[in-house]
């Protein structure tokens, strides 16, 4: 189509942070890296479908410290770009869109987030704590 | 009653092209995540021991089977429909924007094929039978 070389109006290098346009692109951020943790899930469903053998492969490579560290982002990921998106979709309803309490909901969220990753992260191992109970090696 | 003129909708004016029905599916695929996303944690933690026989025969059990496609199809569309966007507002260039769009349409295409798929065999294959 057209490859003009004229000048875009700059906005991420430009625009002053602020709370608001920062939960904005987080959410972006976020569901972006969501995605990419799509290929994990789908990769667990894929080895089990595959057999005991793939399977513990599987197990070995999510019990590596980086996989667990990953899980982990992901999972802060996961938590916020759900509140932030119940947050939106309130704004959908029309309620909320005044500016104090935006910033307060978008606080709130983000504090959230981080609350019940920390939750649902310590629940998960205490369920699942040992190895062998994760890959049924021994 | 629609605010675009006949030729602007002819056209494909705007840089999305068309909006509207994106908007609500997205709002749609939101809802049905956030009602199957906890019931897949929720069932994991749950279920505790995640072994293969553990795993493979939750799996297998029948409303199980089905939730997980769900949530797949679901996922899947969800995340096509915010990729998309992300690629429409930040790449200028109209022929890396075309390629990227169809990347990221097949390659998730894929992984949720992949994904059911794996599902259904690992129903269709274990004794979720009682």
Redesign the interface.
Known sequence: ???YERP?SPHLQIYRWQYSNAFSILN?LT??F??VG??L??YW??A??QG?VS??SAVILFSHPLTQVALFLWLLS?SFH?LN??R??VW?TGHGLERRAARTSGWLVFALSIVVSVL?WL??LT??SSRV????LV | MSLRSPLGKVLGLGAAKEGASHWWTQRVTSVGLLLLTPWLLISLLVLGDLSYDSVVAWIGAPLNTTLLSLLLVVWVYHAQLGVQVVVEDYVAHEGAKLLLILAVNFLLIALGVLGVFSVLRIAFTTAGLN
Request: charged letters at 10%; a neutral charge; hydrophobic letters at 55%.
């Open positions: 189509m057209s490859n875009l972006r569901g972006l969501l995605t799509t290929v899930l789908v469903l894929a089990a479908a005991p399977y513990a996961f759900t998106g119940v939106h979709l959908d649902i629940l998960a369920r699942f109970e994760m890959g049924g």
